[in-house]
């Protein structure tokens, strides 16, 4: 079972929903001004995750000399 089906899963999307939910009512000029960052970091944050699931199933992320 993937691990946001689970109880706790679904818990803490929840919370962090909610906690979204919040910072966007309460701090609207600073979550706008701060989207730009939080673009950049999710970059790096979503190379290691979709690289990490890749492992075994003939990925080409930690491959050398695999530039196009």
């Not at 691990?3 to 909610?18: D, E, F, M, N």
């Not at 979550?31 to 199933?57: D, F, Q």
Request: charged share 10%.
């Amino acid at each position: 079972m993937p691990w946001w089906r689970s109880w706790p899963g679904i818990s803490g999307l929840g919370l962090l929903a909610l906690a979204a939910l919040f910072l966007s009512v309460t701090y609207p000029g600073q979550l706008t001004t701060a989207l730009p960052y939080l673009g950049l970091l999710a970059c790096p944050l979503m190379h290691l995750v979709m690289c990490s699931g890749m492992k075994g199933k003939g990925s080409s992320c930690d491959r050398p000399g695999n530039e196009k």
